[in-house]
């Protein structure tokens, strides 16, 4: 409990009535009691030699991957706080505010200007709180609007580097969503909702804290003590896994200590061997500053989430990885700052889950609602033109698998070029523009008869499949017959063309 009095110290307490204050704080102390007699404070209960997976990576590396995520393809990433309510800049508002005081980059001059001019010098961060009230909030809602977009799993915040909690965290004394603010479980509530409508629910949970006092200690100390981790955010990360067993775990905050001061081997060892979810729960790769790059062959992790935007490359084919995007893209939060030009398009979207998945990846797309509970307009709007394209082409993405080949072209990119996925003995060539004079040369594809077939997806029109003959040739030739408008599938690309009889 003194480590919640030093935090509320650093950040301000929310105004509460004696008799509510004495209800909290014995409440947290109820809680830490019974951490301290169940064992949860502790890192983790040690694994025994019976016991598949040991707290090291060579073992842990040897645990397969669930096959949900490789199936799903297409995720929704929710980045929502405290720092939804200035709204301005990015999720790190507070950092940029009082972090890095002596050398402010340009975002956090932007940030303090801000700041300074519409709150005023002495307004704390901690003031936002309370004002971060999710009032219009409908998770059921949000869930429906994500089955539209042809989403098939949900990744929240439940931890950012502010440390606000969006679930009733002891460890974050007055400073979680149901102390404070929406007085709600925030996870608890969109869980249900995500589950009820069939998608997988993953959590975002953030290693560190920007400011927590238990931290900067064990930072001051150069790492050689681990309170903060012992104190705070394991018993989090064992809390959030036991009470809402989420199907995925993204880990963030890992770069300033390596993976024996954040414990993590011990706390995958618990997650796979123990935990309520261990059967279905996926992680990603960010345990510890020490974690090697990715293809030295010694990385470690779940699947590979790389840098923020990773890009698909030849050297991401040997590990599933993931390339999770921001729809704004300059920031994961809701920044009210930012003009229509910062937005992704549709086409540059559809660019980065085609390219994502034709390499093996997970295409996870950012959105940031707002304080009160609404998704803005655009990310809806967006989201929406996914789930209409996804509705035409999905069969060439949901459980496709990597083709011999990514990609048919030298060039490629938004509008241009070819990718390839396959999915039993269907291989589909996925053009990112409209073939031109309605031919389409592919390079790469191999008949294995005369006789080739392809489908537009979406379109009921037979298209003209031949094999390309000539010395030195060997490829396929789709002839395009000219469609009406309303014959096409869609009038703005990528067009997938479903192929049988190659290899």
């Excluded at 809701?334 to 980065?352: F, P």
């Amino acid at each position: 409990l003194a480590a919640h009095r030093n935090l509320i110290g650093r950040i301000g307490t929310p105004q509460r009535t004696p008799l509510v204050m004495w209800a909290v704080a014995f409440s947290a102390l109820l809680s830490l009691a019974e951490s301290t007699a169940s064992g949860r404070g502790a890192a983790t209960s040690t694994p025994t030699s019976t016991q598949p997976y040991q707290p090291n990576w060579p073992s842990l590396m040897t645990r397969p991957l669930p096959s949900w995520y490789d199936e799903a393809k297409v995720g929704v990433f929710i980045h929502w706080g405290v720092y939804s309510v200035p709204a301005f800049g990015s999720e790190w508002y507070w950092w940029d505010l009082r972090g890095d005081i002596a050398s402010p980059d340009t975002e956090a001059r932007a940030v303090r200007a801000f700041h300074n001019k519409t709150y005023g010098y002495e307004y704390q961060y901690s003031s936002f709180g309370p004002q971060f009230t999710a009032e219009l909030w409908d998770p059921d809602a949000w869930a429906d609007l994500f089955v539209k977009a042809g989403i098939k799993y949900v990744v929240l915040t439940s931890k950012h580097h502010e440390g606000w909690c969006n679930w009733c965290s002891a460890e974050a004394f007055g400073w979680n969503a149901c102390d404070n603010g929406p007085k709600r479980d925030l996870v608890g509530d969109l869980t249900a909702s995500v589950r009820n409508a069939g998608l997988r629910m993953g959590l975002y949970h953030s290693i560190f804290e920007w400011f927590h006092p238990l931290y900067l200690d064990d930072k001051a100390n150069n790492f050689t003590t681990s309170r903060y981790v012992d104190e705070v955010y394991l018993p989090q990360a064992k809390e959030i896994n036991t009470l809402y067993q989420p199907d995925l775990i993204w880990s963030d905050g890992d770069w300033e200590a390596n993976s024996s001061y954040w414990k993590s081997p011990e706390l995958l060892a618990w997650l796979y061997n123990t935990a309520p979810n261990k059967e279905n729960v996926i992680v990603n790769d960010r345990w510890g500053s020490d974690n090697p790059p990715i293809g030295s062959g010694k990385h470690f992790g779940g699947y590979f989430s790389g840098s923020d935007r990773q890009q698909a490359s030849s050297k991401m084919l040997v590990h599933k990885w993931e390339n999770a995007f921001t729809i704004d893209s300059l920031s994961w939060g809701v920044a009210r700052n930012d003009d229509l030009s910062i937005y992704l398009n549709i086409s540059t979207i559809l660019y980065e889950v085609v390219s994502t998945v034709a390499y093996g990846g997970n295409a996870l797309i950012n959105i940031g609602p707002n304080a009160d509970g609404t998704i803005a307009i655009i990310f809806q709007e967006r989201l929406t033109q996914l789930g209409e394209w996804l509705g035409v082409n999905g069969d060439a993405i949901y459980e496709t698998r990597m083709w011999r080949e990514q990609n048919d072209t030298a060039v490629h990119g938004v509008g241009q070029g070819v990718f390839y996925t396959s999915k039993g003995a269907n291989v589909y060539a996925i053009a990112m523009a409209w073939p031109a004079k309605g031919v389409l040369t592919l390079q790469v594809p191999k008949p294995t008869t005369n006789q080739v077939t392809a489908i537009l997806l979406g379109c009921d029109v037979p298209i003209g499949a031949k094999a390309t003959v000539g010395v030195g040739k060997a490829g396929v030739t789709l002839d395009v017959p000219p469609l009406d408008i309303t014959e096409l599938p869609s009038l703005t690309g990528p067009w997938v063309f479903k192929l049988v009889g190659v290899v």
